[in-house]
C-alpha cells in the first residue's frame, strides 16, 4: 500500500514499523516526500457544512490540515470539534492543543478522544494569552505549557497511563508536534528550545511564518550542530502578505514576527501587491525546499485560504503528486506542476 493511500474512512491504515500513528501525514514525511500543510480557520457556527466548505478549498494540495484551538484567544468553533467532523470524511486533521483553556485532566480527555475519532497528529502549544483576545474577562488557566503537555502525551500513548499513574486500556496512537519561531528574539535561544520539545516528546515542528530565509539557515545550521536533523520533522511556515501594510502592522502588532524592511519594501513598490505577496510566497517555498533538515511548509493564509492552491502548485513542491482528499480517486486530477 503506498503511503498516500486512504482507506474508507473509518477503518485506519495498519501502524508500519517505526511509526506511532496510522496517518497519511506521518507516512508522507517518513517516505521522505515534501510535506505540506495548511490552518482552517475554525467558522462562528454550528453548521458541519460551514467546516467541510472550509475544508475543500485545500483538496489535492495540502497532506493535512490544522485545526486552530483558539488563536489569539478569539472564540470559535473547537479544534476536537473540527477534527470530529474533517475525520468523518477522511481528511488528515491536526488537532491544535493549548494549554490556555483547559486543565490536564480535560487535556488528557481530548487526547484519548481526539484520538478515539481518528485524529492522528496533535500539535502541543502553550497558548495565547487571553488579553490578546475577543474575551479579555476569560479566566485562564495554564494548568500546563508546551513541554509539560508534550511529556503528558507522550506518557499516554508510549507508557499506557495518565500522568496520575493510572493505566489506560488502548493508547492513542498520535503523532505528536509543537511549534517553534526560527526568527524570533533572543535567535540564539530557538535552537535549544526546540532541542527541548524534541526531548519532551515532539516528532514534528510547524514554524511561525519565515521571510528571512538567512535567519532561517543559521537556525537549521544550529538544529544541526545540537545532531537534531534525523530526530524530528521540520515544517517552515509560510504566507502570502496581502500589502506593505498589513506586513507593516503584523511586524509591530504579532509576538515574535519577523519580517525585514525590504520584503514591506518590495510589497509597497508593487502595482498588485496581493498578487506580489503571493509570487513571494511561491519564491520562499521554493527557497525553503532546498535548505538541508526542511521536510515541508505550513501555509498559513489568514482570509485568503483561496489562495492556498495556487501558491502551492506554482511551487511545484508537490513534484507531481496529489495528496488524498474525498473523492479524490474518482475525480480526475488535473496536471499538477513539479519540480
Known amino acids: 500500500m503506498k503511503f498516500e493511500d486512504e482507506p474508507v474512512p473509518g477503518y485506519p491504515l495498519p501502524i508500519l514499523p517505526g511509526h506511532t500513528s496510522p496517518g497519511r501525514f506521518e507516512r508522507v514525511l517518513r517516505a521522505g516526500s515534501f510535506a505540506v500543510t495548511t490552518e482552517l480557520a475554525p467558522p462562528d457556527s454550528a ?186 520533522f521540520i515544517l517552515v511556515g509560510v504566507g502570502p502578505l496581502r500589502s506593505a501594510k498589513t506586513a507593516d502592522w503584523m511586524r509591530k502588532n504579532v509576538p515574535g514576527m519577523h519580517i525585514p524592511d525590504a520584503i514591506v519594501a518590495r510589497l509597497a513598490g508593487a502595482k498588485d501587491q496581493a498578487k506580489e505577496g503571493r509570487d513571494l510566497c511561491v519564491e520562499l517555498i521554493q527557497q525553503v525546499r532546498e535548505i538541508e533538515g526542511v521536510h515541508g511548509v505550513h501555509v498559513m493564509a489568514y482570509r485568503q485560504e483561496e489562495s492556498v492552491a495556487e501558491i502551492v502548485d506554482r511551487s511545484g513542491v508537490l513534484n507531481g503528486r496529489s495528496p488524498w482528499y474525498p473523492g479524490r480517486d474518482s475525480i480526475p486530477v488535473p496536471e499538477r506542476a513539479a519540480s
Open 47 to 232: 453548521d458541519p457544512e460551514d467546516v467541510y466548505r472550509r475544508a475543500r478549498v485545500f483538496d489535492g494540495y495540502v497532506d493535512a490540515i490544522n485545526a486552530t484551538d483558539g488563536s489569539g484567544a478569539n472564540c470559535h468553533m473547537s479544534s476536537l470539534a473540527v477534527c470530529a467532523l474533517l475525520t468523518r470524511v477522511g481528511y488528515a486533521p491536526i488537532m491544535q492543543i493549548s494549554c490556555r483553556d483547559k486543565n490536564r485532566i480535560a487535556i488528557q480527555g481530548d487526547i484519548l478522544g481526539g484520538a478515539a475519532m481518528g485524529v492522528c497528529n496533535m500539535l502541543c502549544l502553550t497558548g495565547d494569552g487571553v488579553q490578546a483576545g475577543d474575551h479579555p474577562q476569560a479566566k485562564p488557566v495554564f494548568d500546563l505549557d508546551c513541554m509539560s503537555l508534550l511529556e503528558i502525551a507522550r506518557t499516554l500513548r508510549d507508557d499506557h497511563h495518565f500522568q496520575s499513574g493510572r493505566k489506560i486500556t488502548f493508547a492513542p496512537r498520535v503523532f505528536f508536534g509543537a511549534a517553534e519561531n526560527p526568527c524570533g528574539l533572543p535567535h540564539a535561544w530557538r535552537a535549544q528550545r526546540l532541542a527541548k520539545k524534541v526531548a519532551a516528546g515532539a516528532q514534528f515542528i510547524q514554524t511561525q511564518y519565515v521571510y528571512d530565509i538567512a535567519l532561517l539557515k543559521g537556525f537549521m545550521r544550529e538544529i544541526e550542530d545540537l545532531g537534531l536533523l534525523g530526530q524530528v
